[in-house]
């Protein structure tokens, strides 16, 4: 089987690494760099649970081959929280507001919010929606995960 050398940037980290061309970054994030926040949903882009960022933008890492995604900086949820541990506001105000109840759908979640808030600081309830759009979540009714992101851009004053 052909494999192919590329380096992957990772939470501002360099992983050299030997692959087949086939695989999902969801699945190389996941099985050889053992970033297993990132979550296997439905494999298909049609959850939203393997979100990630790549150069700052939410995409579905089920959906991206690791090989494209060399030369661009990945952000997993484990790249969002401070080199101290720190959690990220957007983590900590899913907690204060009950977002985080299953929790299979969080760190995808987050992911496309914090792109959301990078781009918008201060946005409406129908803009975080529609931010939402691409994370299904089966716990919460999304209105506790709406308040926690208004808490945040509201508190950014």
Do not use: W
Not at 94 to 122: D, K, M, N
Not at 149 to 156: E, H, L, M, P, R
Request: proline share 4%; glycine share 10%.
């Amino acid at each position: 089987m052909t494999r192919q050398s590329l380096v992957l940037t990772v939470n501002g980290k360099n992983h050299a690494l030997d692959l087949a061309p086939h695989r999902s970054l969801l699945d190389v994030l996941r099985d050889e760099l053992g970033l297993t926040g990132t979550k296997k949903g439905c494999d298909a882009g049609d959850c939203g649970a393997c979100t990630v960022l790549l150069d700052g933008a939410p995409v579905n890492a089920c959906l991206v081959l690791a090989v494209q995604a060399g030369g661009q900086e990945i952000t997993t949820i484990e790249g969002v929280s401070s080199s101290d541990g720190q959690l990220h506001p957007l983590q900590e105000a899913f907690i204060e507001h009950g977002a985080v109840q299953c929790g299979f759908c969080t760190p995808g979640a987050v992911l496309s919010l914090i792109a959301l808030l990078r781009e918008t600081p201060r946005p409406t309830r129908a803009e975080i929606q529609e931010a939402l759009a691409g994370n299904l979540c089966r716990c919460t009714g999304y209105v506790q995960i709406i308040d926690a992101v208004k808490s945040v851009a509201d508190s950014s004053k």
